[in-house]
Nanobody, 115 residues
Framework: QVSLEESGGGLVQPGGSLRLSCAARGRTFSIYNTNWYRQAPGKDREFVARLQSGGTTRYADSVKGRFTISGVEDRSMCYLQMNDLKPEDTAVYFC?????????WGNGTLVTVSA
């Protein structure tokens, strides 16, 4: 079993930056990849970024060049550095891990981008 907890959300001005953290506890050796998703009001949850166990990254087109996903070797922590934030980035951000035989989700952290 793996449990996840996100932190680092808050209120930021357009053009500002935030770094989100995801702490993974449990059988982290079984994590294949770590992902960030987000859900804005009235919208479906959407993919934001992925960090594969081998170090490969992937980003949604909407955040490419502005967001960076990173982690530590034992997969216990994952980060999402968000730069040049836009009002359209306002959402609850969720950490997700894909494991052998399943997946796990955190409860989310709210990011609000507003002047």
């Amino acid at each position: 079993q793996v449990s996840l907890e996100e932190s680092g959300g808050g209120l930021v001005q357009p053009g500002g930056s935030l770094r989100l953290s995801c702490a993974a506890r449990g059988r982290t050796f079984s994590i294949y990849n770590t992902n960030w998703y987000r859900q804005a009001p009235g919208k479906d949850r959407e993919f934001v970024a992925r960090l594969q166990s081998g170090g490969t990254t992937r980003y949604a087109d909407s955040v490419k060049g502005r967001f960076t996903i990173s982690g530590v070797e034992d997969r216990s922590m994952c980060y999402l550095q968000m730069n040049d934030l836009k009002p359209e980035d306002t959402a609850v951000y969720f950490c997700n891990v894909v494991l052998w035989g399943g997946e796990a989700w955190g409860n989310g952290t709210l990011v609000t981008v507003s002047a």
